[in-house]
């Protein structure tokens, strides 16, 4: 009986601290989309030449905060439900009491699927412009894009770039292994 609830403590414990690094990488990835929001904000009128380039990034930051911060909440919630039914041992009908609903569900798939829309649209509006005058000419001057918003944005999409084929990589790793360690289980 003790042994049992001294294995339920490492499991919370080590949920908890899990969790805790969790969020922890949730709020630094909170920055990214507050600096796009305000940038975005900031020099919104500053790029003449493509005037969709601030709008991304205001649009951009105002929903990936929305995203970022609903991930906050929820994984907050869990790590609260998962503690409190762990200590008081909580038997509900429900097993899992920390499940989201289905309108938690669609409401990350939609930000997410916007997310993923908005990115490539981003992608068009800031490379299709690449390397644009950063000070206005005197015979067009709405022939220019802010050189800070602009490298700003560029600097944005190559981050996004680099996460996105992190997790790409990092799932296909994942999965080779699973995949080879389910075969050498079956032999």
Known sequence: MAA????ACHRCISKIASNACFIFGLLAFLALPLAMAF???KFLEDCPLQPLIPLYLLVGGVVGSLKVTLLLYDSTRMRQLLSKSIVIDDDDDDEYPWRQNAHKYYIHVTLSLFLFIWFILGNYWVFSVYLPNFIPPFHQPQDYCDKTLYIF???VLIVSH???FLLIFCSFCIYCFSRRRYAAEED
């Not at 049992?4 to 294995?7: A, D, V």
């Open 162 to 164: 680099t996460v996105l």
């Open 39 to 41: 940038t975005g904000m």
């Open 153 to 155: 944005a560029v600097g």
């Open 4 to 7: 049992g609830l001294e294995k």
